[in-house]
């Protein structure tokens, strides 16, 4: 079983300290109860409740603080962070992003050499505090190149800040917010923490209409030392692409989070509803819509936990997740609005009623692809390791799962964040030819006319910079990445070969579609029509294999798990 039910995991993969958190976790939302969390959230009452409670468990004290800043099981450990946004998404979005927008601002701090804020920010978790990233602004949106914020150096170490900083999760009540600005003589970059009580902090209004607080605010002439200062030039530049680096992976966990919860809710809706004489789950396109949400979500959760795998075994010389990373955040989460969509056309009305958990998760579900930058800016990010990895493979040691309980140290010294070009990748084929299901054959002839597509008849001059032609040729190198470290953890959990390859059945018609879009583009020539319409496959139809799926794994999650009312 590799999705979460709340109500029989054991977390015997983690150890002692840890299993307690996420137990615990479980145990405060079930016993706050769904009539509680839907009040909560439709009141858009701020969540003391859970602070109080991370507090009390010292939970972001135990699971942000790397190894060496805090007690003994403190460190900042992927493997155990996946299980605990996997639970927050699970429960409602508004907790995991107070915990995702503290793990934004302890980045830069972390990443930096000021061993004193450093310090100060290990007792602030223990005494249960959260934090903030000051990174956007109202008129710049993802880029960051034009940020207005001004420190201004006032000699002899002292500084004073100006500027407006806009959707900033936690900054009405942050101990610490990074904040992200220009020195106002050089125009350098510059990191550098302020505290959102102090009376220069001024919290103009919640942009949002919601239990978050996403705050509009501004520092007038906020003095600022340089004990505060985290980092500059080149240093700050990187500390804020490589927070978002490690950061923004969080928001395929929280996808993976409410799409599970969504799909309990739905197929026990479903499975108990009878029209016409038969249950809803009688029908045909019901058991493939159901089917289909439930082979996407596993695909999203095996792709999450094993790019965590490479996270988590990067160095210098293995910078491979910097491809996986942007993946997990815009492929699992715009996966995650297709399971919803899915699971809303089996529902139906049911999925608007205020009591339901699935009302939530319909509106969450959407921000996911859009927060720490748009799907577009990471599809065009990863456009440019394309030519590497389809062609210039290079030999690295097997990654196994990595379960261990060490500090990612890597993830706070991953250095520039220049070079992406030359970054090179494992050899694709591999998992592709370690196995040998219909579906998986059918999707390796699909890769095999990409190939031939980028080297015969690849994008011209004009279509290399027209981002539209490059967003969908984005989209089927993103499914050829995608599917091989499916392959890959489909073996390390022992997926059964019916759930894989019924993967791949949504895989051959996803790479169909994303072809058909590729030859509509009105810049493609004929020569690229004619292999676009050859990447146009259907799957194998198995009906067996189909009723398996059907009946062991999908319609026997129902009456599985119910939220405590
Ligand atoms: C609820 C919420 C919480 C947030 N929390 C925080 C926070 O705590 N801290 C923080 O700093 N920010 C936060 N943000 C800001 C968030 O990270 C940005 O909204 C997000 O990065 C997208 O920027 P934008 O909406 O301004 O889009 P814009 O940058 O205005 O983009 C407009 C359009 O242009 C496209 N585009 C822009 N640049 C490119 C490019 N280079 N290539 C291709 N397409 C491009 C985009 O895809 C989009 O379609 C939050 C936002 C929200 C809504």
Known sequence: MILLNPKTQKYEHLDEKSRRIMLNTIEFFEKKGKDKLKHDDHERVWYADFLEFVKKEKIFATLLTPSGYGEEDSRWDTFRICDFNEILGFYGLCYWYTWQVSMLGLGPIWISDNEEVKQKTAQLLKQGAIFAFGLSEKQHGADIYSTEMMLTPLGDGAYMADGGKYYIGNANKAALVSIFAKDSDTEDYVFFVVDSQHENFECIQNVCNSQNYVAEFALNSYPITENDILSKGRDAWDASLNTINFCKFNLGWASIGI???????????????????????????????????????????????????????????????????????????????????????????????????????????????????????????????????????????????????????????????????????????????????????????????????????????????????????????????????????????????????????????????????????????????????????????????????????????????????
């Open 259 to 565: 799409c599970t919860h969504a799909l309990y809710e739905s197929i026990t809706h479903g499975a108990h509803r009878r029209l016409f004489k038969h249950y809803v789950t009688d029908f045909p396109h019901i058991k493939q819509l159901f089917t289909d949400a439930y082979t996407r979500l596993v695909a999203m959760k095996l792709f999450a936990l094993r790019a965590a795998d490479y996270m988590r075994s990067a160095s210098p010389n293995d910078r491979r997740y910097l491809l996986y990373n942007p993946m997990v955040k815009m492929k699992v989460t715009t996966q995650g609005e297709e399971v919803i969509n899915l699971l809303w056309d089996v529902i139906a009305a049911k999925g608007f009623e205020k009591d339901m958990y699935f009302e939530m998760a319909a509106k969450d579900i959407r921000a996911l692809p859009k927060l720490e930058g748009t799907v577009h800016v990471n599809m065009a990010l990863i456009i440019k390791f394309m030519p590497n990895y389809f062609f210039n493979p290079d030999q690295f040691p097997d990654i196994p799962k990595m379960n261990g309980s060490q500090n990612d140290d890597f993830l706070f010294n991953q250095g520039p964040t220049k070079g992406l070009g030359g970054i090179r990748f494992h050899d694709y084929n591999i998992a592709y030819n370690s196995v040998d299901l219909p579906n998986i054959n059918v999707f390796k002839e699909q890769i095999e006319v990409l190939k031939q597509f980028l080297l015969n008849s690849p994008p011209n001059e004009e279509q290399q910079k027209n981002i539209d032609f490059l967003l969908t040729l984005g989209e089927l190198f993103t499914l050829v990445a995608y599917g091989q470290l499916i392959i890959e953890n489909a073996k390390i959990y022992n997926i059964v070969n019916d759930i894989t390859d019924q993967i791949f059945d949504f895989m051959v018609r996803d790479f169909s579609k994303y072809a058909l879009q590729l030859y509509s583009k009105t810049s493609s020539t004929a020569e690229q029509m004619e292999l676009c319409m050859k990447m146009i496959r259907k799957p194998i139809v198995d009906d067996e294999r189909f009723e398996t799926v059907w009946k062991n794994y999908v319609y026997a999650l129902k009456d599985t798990y119910e939220m405590n009312e």
